[in-house]
């Protein structure tokens, strides 16, 4: 899934991450690139306690040339609440694309 992110100056010189998709999430990166990287966490950790608590994902609000884009991995045949508590089969491999930078795009000039 590929969600959208508001990238916004806080005012201690980081870069504040939000998103209209989930009103929970945020959290912070030192410029744009470790802020998405940040945000494909965070955004990973949430989907994963949404399947544990039985709630629906939020499908992904992003349009086509959004700024700030974060790629969160699905499991095929997992249901839209989390039935049989399937996990993400992407889980490992969202941090994985975290971790070596697959995991986001950032079209902003940070």
Known sequence: MLYAVRL????????LVTSRDF???ATFGEDGKEALHHAAAALT???ESYMDRGLPIPTPRAKPGSRNLVVVPTASGSSPRGAGRV???GLDG???????GRCCRN???H
């Open 107 to 109: 079209r902003s000039t």
């Open 45 to 47: 950790g949430l989907i």
């Open 87 to 89: 996990l993400p089969s």
């Open 23 to 25: 009103p929970e999430l």
């Open 94 to 100: 969202a941090l994985q694309a975290r971790d070596d």
């Open 8 to 15: 916004r100056p806080d005012d201690n010189g980081t870069l």
